[in-house]
Nanobody, 129 residues
Framework: QVQVVESGGGLVQAGGSLRLSCVASGSTFTYEPYAWFRQNPGKEREFVASINWSGVGWDGYSTYYSDSAQGRFTISRDNTKNTVYLQMNVLKPEDTAIYYC?????????????????WGQGTQVTVSS
């Protein structure tokens, strides 16, 4: 049973930056996909970014981003710390949401909510204009 705990949310002005962290436990970590989603009240949970084991590239991981995150957000992982990060730059008021860390079974990929097995409790990000 994988458990994930998010941190790093807060209040920031438009144009600013935040880095979210997600610490995982109860897993082998290295080959498991991790992702960030976000949600506002009354709206569906929205995919933001994921990092998945693919075996190609310099570190063996492939990343995917939503159109709104592409170019502003960067997802990364530190396997020595069982931690996944989401660096968010040039934040906009529309980025305001609860951000959730998510995980799935090893060697799978996360591209949407249906791919997720494990969810964190979420961390609030508020961007003021």
């Amino acid at each position: 049973q994988v458990q994930v705990v998010e941190s790093g949310g807060g209040l920031v002005q438009a144009g600013g930056s935040l880095r979210l962290s997600c610490v995982a436990s109860g897993s082998t970590f290295t080959y498991e996909p991790y992702a960030w989603f976000r949600q506002n009240p009354g709206k569906e949970r929205e995919f933001v970014a994921s990092i998945n084991w693919s075996g190609v590239g310099w570190d063996g991981y492939s990343t995917y981003y939503s159109d709104s995150a592409q170019g502003r957000f960067t997802i990364s992982r530190d396997n020595t710390k069982n931690t996944v990060y989401l660096q968010m730059n040039v934040l906009k008021p529309e980025d305001t949401a609860i951000y959730y860390c998510a995980a799935a079974s090893a060697l799978r990929s996360i591209r949407g909510v249906d791919d997720v097995i494990f969810w964190g409790q979420g961390t609030q990000v508020t961007v003021s204009s």
